[in-house]
C-alpha cells in the first residue's frame, strides 16, 4: 500500500523557525478577520486550506518519511500562535495532529506510507471519536464487523459520532471503534467522502462556533484490511500521546488568553474614556486599569510558561519513555491546562472590567474571546488535572495511563 507524491503535491517541509515564523505571520491574519468569521459563523475553509498548504498540517510526519519530525515545543508553540489569530483555525487541525501521533504510534509501515503521504501531499485528518449519549468519554459504541461478502477480509463500520471536529473539511477521518461489539478499540482511516460516511454540520456551540464540530454518521462503510490499526496497544505501555492531545489543547487556551489581553489592552488605549475619580486624562493611566492589565499580564505568562514547560517535559519523556517520564509529562501538561484555563476565562472575562461600558457593545463583538475560552476549556474537566496533581503531592501517586491526560 503506497502513495506517489509528486513535487508539485508536496507541501513545505517546514523547519522550526520557518514553523514559527509562518505561523506567527498566519496568525496576525487570521486575527484581522476572526470576529466577522465568528458572527457570521463563516467556516473558515480558505483559512484552513493557507494553513495546510504553509506545511504547517505537516510538521509532525516523521523524518524516516520525509516530514519535519519536530518537537512537542515547537508544535504547541505554532498552535498557541494560530489560536491567538482564531481558536477555531487552531483547533480544527487538533485532531489531525493527534492522529499523525496515533499513526506513528500504531500504524503499520504500509499505513505510515499511505498516510505520511497524504499529509506531505496537503490531505488533512478529521476525527470521529466521541460519541452523544454514552456513558461517558471513553464509552465507544461504533463497531467494526466483518465483511460476510468479501472474502480478502474487509470489514463494515457503523455508528454515529458527535462533537468531530476537522471531519467536515477532512480529507481523511480516522474513526475510533470497537472491533466486533465488545472487541478492543482500534482507528478505522476512511475516506471523507467514501459512500456511507455523512457529515453533518449541526455543531450549535456558544463558543468555537466555527469549527464545525458536527456529527459523523457511519452506516455500513467499507473499510479495507489495511486501514484498520489498533488503539488500545498505545495505553498498554507507557506512552506521552494522551499529553500531547492534551498540550495543544492548553495551547489554544493560552491563544485565546494572550489575544484577549492584547484587544484589552489596546480598548483601553484607543477607545476607553477615564473614570473621572482617576485624574487622568487617558484610561490607560488609571492605577486600577493598569494594576488589573499587570495582574492578568502575570497571570497570561504564567500559564504561558506552563505551557511552555509542558511540551518540553513531553519531548524529554519521548527520549527516555518509562512510566515515570511519561507521567511527568502528564502531571506537566495538567498544571499547563489548569492554567490556560484559568488564564483564558480570567482574560476574556476582566477585559470588560478594564475596558469599561462601551466594550459591551454587541458590534465590537469582543465577548467572542470568553464564549471561545468558556467553550473550549469543556473539552476536559480542569478540575481532574488538579486532582491529579493532589494525589501526586500527597503520596507521589503518577496519573493514570490514557487519552485525557
Not at 195 to 213: F, I, K, L, N, Y
Amino acid at each position: 500500500m503506497t502513495v506517489t507524491v509528486t513535487p508539485e503535491t508536496r507541501v513545505p517541509v517546514l523547519t522550526a523557525d520557518e514553523a514559527l515564523a509562518t505561523a506567527r505571520t498566519l496568525g496576525r491574519e487570521l486575527a484581522a478577520s476572526a470576529s466577522l468569521r465568528d458572527r457570521d459563523r463563516v467556516l473558515p475553509v480558505a483559512e484552513l486550506d493557507a494553513v495546510t498548504a504553509s506545511g504547517l498540517l505537516a510538521i509532525t510526519v516523521p523524518a524516516a518519511y520525509g516530514g519535519s519530525d519536530l518537537p512537542v515545543s515547537v508544535v504547541a508553540e505554532v498552535v498557541r500562535l494560530l489560536a491567538a489569530g482564531d481558536p477555531n483555525v487552531a483547533q480544527i487541525p487538533h485532531s489531525h495532529f493527534a492522529y499523525v501521533n496515533a499513526l506513528r504510534e500504531q500504524g503499520t509501515v504500509e499505513q505510515q506510507e499511505l498516510l505520511f503521504g497524504e499529509v506531505l501531499a496537503g490531505k488533512r485528518f478529521g476525527n470521529a471519536q466521541s460519541e452523544i449519549g454514552t456513558r461517558h468519554v471513553r464509552d465507544i459504541r461504533t463497531t467494526l464487523t466483518p465483511d460476510p461478502t468479501d472474502p480478502d477480509g474487509a470489514w463494515r463500520l457503523n455508528g454515529l459520532k458527535g462533537y468531530a471536529t476537522g471531519a467536515l473539511l477532512a480529507d481523511w477521518i480516522p474513526v475510533l471503534t470497537h472491533r466486533y461489539a465488545d472487541g478492543p478499540l482500534h482507528v478505522a482511516w476512511v475516506e471523507r467522502h467514501a459512500p456511507g460516511v455523512t457529515v453533518v454540520d449541526d455543531w450549535d456551540g456558544m463558543g468555537q462556533r466555527t469549527t464545525a464540530s458536527g456529527s459523523v454518521r457511519l452506516e455500513d462503510v467499507a473499510v479495507a484490511p489495511g486501514l484498520v490499526m489498533p488503539y488500545h496497544l498505545t495505553f498498554e505501555r507507557p506512552q506521552t500521546y494522551g499529553a500531547f492531545a492534551q498540550v495543544l489543547h492548553a495551547a489554544i487556551d493560552a491563544g485565546i488568553a494572550r489575544e484577549a489581553l492584547r484587544e484589552a489592552a489596546a480598548f483601553v488605549g484607543t477607545r476607553s474614556r477615564p473614570y473621572p475619580d482617576a485624574g487622568v486624562e487617558r484610561a490607560a493611566d488609571d492605577p486600577l486599569v493598569v494594576q488589573a492589565l499587570g495582574q492578568l499580564e502575570l497571570q497570561v505568562r504564567a500559564a504561558e510558561a506552563l505551557l511552555r514547560e509542558a511540551a518540553t517535559a513531553i519531548d524529554a519523556a519521548n527520549r527516555d519513555l518509562t512510566a515515570e517520564s511519561a507521567g511527568t509529562a502528564s502531571l506537566a501538561v495538567a498544571a499547563a491546562r489548569a492554567a490556560t484555563t484559568d488564564a483564558s476565562l480570567a482574560a476574556a472575562t476582566r477585559l470588560f472590567e478594564v475596558a469599561g461600558t462601551r466594550s459591551a457593545l454587541g458590534a465590537l463583538n469582543l465577548d467572542r474571546h470568553w464564549r471561545n475560552a468558556r467553550t473550549h476549556t469543556l473539552h476536559d474537566p480542569a478540575g481532574w488535572k488538579v486532582q491529579h496533581l493532589g494525589r501526586w503531592v500527597v503520596d507521589g501517586t503518577l496519573p493514570p495511563n490514557h487519552g485525557q491526560l
